[in-house]
């Protein structure tokens, strides 16, 4: 049986995959999960539930906010805004869970409903597994009193705006141009408040979310229009979000992109410097560049690594109390500040350091060189023998023996599909294209189905 909740949520095409009808069964199966320690102390759940501009978005909200009113649950309704804030304002109010409706960086026609836990925080999956399996049972309704309301929310964006000014403590982005691409996504309404409350100057292009237009050739997966826009507008540096706002990207003042990766050797060694970065530790995945855990060594900064995914960067963040993580793609965790990733907090704290050093953003950048990194995807093999075959064992030893510590192997088995990810960073270009492409055929003759 196929898993119901993927790696961030419940996610696929908006009105045959994700109906109004699995939008109501799945908001009445979290309310019996996610509100039983409100039962438990006999009083009413509340849930803050959000959306991003998506169309399909209007539909599944409703529905979710009636599953979750007829299971006896009040409802904050936060319209549309970014996923962070939903995050957020679980915490912030006391809410016992938060819903967001977003299908993230993906086109329009897709759409996902993701839970917060009380506090904000991710479901682990023992949790995700409950709720899946309380759809199961027969939806039992409440009566009269009992029936939750349903509210809106109306000083959510305030509140969250308020919360992202107070990060900053008192430093003033004056001075400092910054050009936004919102992607026509949830963080249309608010990410450019924030950067003009915080002094900044400020242009913007992807901030007229129409429900149909989110992520369709900009934002941060489609950088090339916030590049023309630094370098037509004279910005210092340019911010891209993804449809809910959780990414991350920039482009420095000369049209260079700056990854998550090296966000995140930026931000990791201003709060080493500031005291703020716990035990020295920086999180990132298995993903990141070899650069990165280079640069970090040099300023003696730890790295621990985790396999791909925010939820596993999380985890770690949780578990031992470090206070800075994330991804390549840009989903950068600041725990201080947020339990989740938040691009525009990731922004304002980019724009910040430049303030705070007086440097640019490229000359910040240039705190980590980016090994060349090719990945071949292998498909039609068997991925659980990926570990177990000893001639692709010999293989990757020669490879990695051939780099000579100037590089790295990583094989990686899809989770879901019969394909095998070989990535490989060398020194230059050619040498990683050769290895990637030598192993990649071993792969196929060694695995083949």
């Not at 901030?207 to 950088?223: C, E």
């Not at 003696?300 to 993580?325: A, P």
């Not at 965790?333 to 990731?346: K, R, V």
């Not at 910040?352 to 950048?365: D, H, N, P, W």
């Amino acid at each position: 049986m196929v898993r119901l909740f993927g790696t961030d949520g419940v996610r696929g095409l908006a009105g045959v995959d994700v109906t109004a009808e699995l939008a109501l069964h799945l908001a009445h199966a979290a309310a019996l999960v996610l509100g039983r320690n409100a039962r438990a102390e006999s009083r009413r759940a509340t849930a803050v539930v959000a959306r991003d501009p998506r169309v399909s978005g209007e539909f599944i909200a409703a529905a979710v906010a009636s599953g979750l009113a007829a299971a006896g649950v009040d409802v904050l309704e936060a319209g549309v805004i970014p996923t962070p804030a939903a995050a957020y304002l679980v915490a912030d109010t006391g809410a016992d869970f938060g819903v967001m409706i977003s299908a993230s960086h993906n086109p329009a026609p897709d759409n996902g409903i993701k839970f917060f836990a009380e506090g904000g925080k991710k479901l682990p999956d023992d949790v995700e597994d409950e709720i899946e399996a309380a759809m199961a049972g027969p939806l039992v309704g409440t009566t009269g009193r009992e029936v939750g309301r349903i509210r809106r929310f109306a000083d959510a964006e305030d509140r969250y705006l308020v919360h992202l000014l107070g990060t900053l403590e008192g430093l003033s982005l004056e001075g400092v141009h910054v050009a936004l691409d919102c992607a026509h996504g949830a963080a249309a309404g608010i990410s450019p408040d924030v950067f003009h409350a915080a002094g900044a100057k400020v242009t913007v292009i992807g901030n007229d979310p129409d429900g149909f237009n989110i992520n369709d050739g900009i934002g941060s997966t489609h950088l090339e229009k916030l590049i023309e826009t630094v370098k037509q507008s004279g910005a210092d540096l340019g911010i891209a979000h993804d449809g809910d706002a959780d990414r991350c990207l920039a482009i420095d003042g000369d049209g260079n992109v700056v990854d998550g990766d090296k966000i995140m050797a930026i931000l990791a060694l201003s709060m080493s410097q500031r005291g703020k970065l716990a035990e020295n530790t920086l999180v990132a995945t298995v993903m990141s560049n070899l650069g990165l855990k280079l640069a970090m060594a040099d300023n003696g900064i730890d790295v621990v690594q985790t396999n791909v995914g925010d939820r596993y960067v999380l985890e770690s963040i949780n578990e031992h109390g470090y206070t800075l993580g994330g991804e390549q793609s840009g989903h950068v965790i600041m725990s201080d500040y947020a339990t989740t990733g938040d691009g525009i907090l990731t922004g304002l704290h980019l724009a910040a350091e430049v303030v705070r050093s007086g440097k640019t953003l490229g000359q910040l950048a240039e705190c980590m060189t980016v090994y060349p990194q090719v990945l071949v995807n292998v498909r039609g093999v068997d991925r659980t023998r990926v570990h177990g075959d000893e001639l692709l064992g010999q293989a990757i030893y020669q490879a990695e023996a051939a780099l000579a510590g100037q590089g790295r192997v990583l094989l990686r088995p899809s989770g879901t599909e019969p394909v095998v990810r070989v990535m490989v960073e060398a020194a230059t270009q050619e040498v990683a294209e050769q290895l990637a492409n030598d192993l990649a055929q071993v792969v196929k003759e060694r695995l083949a189905i």
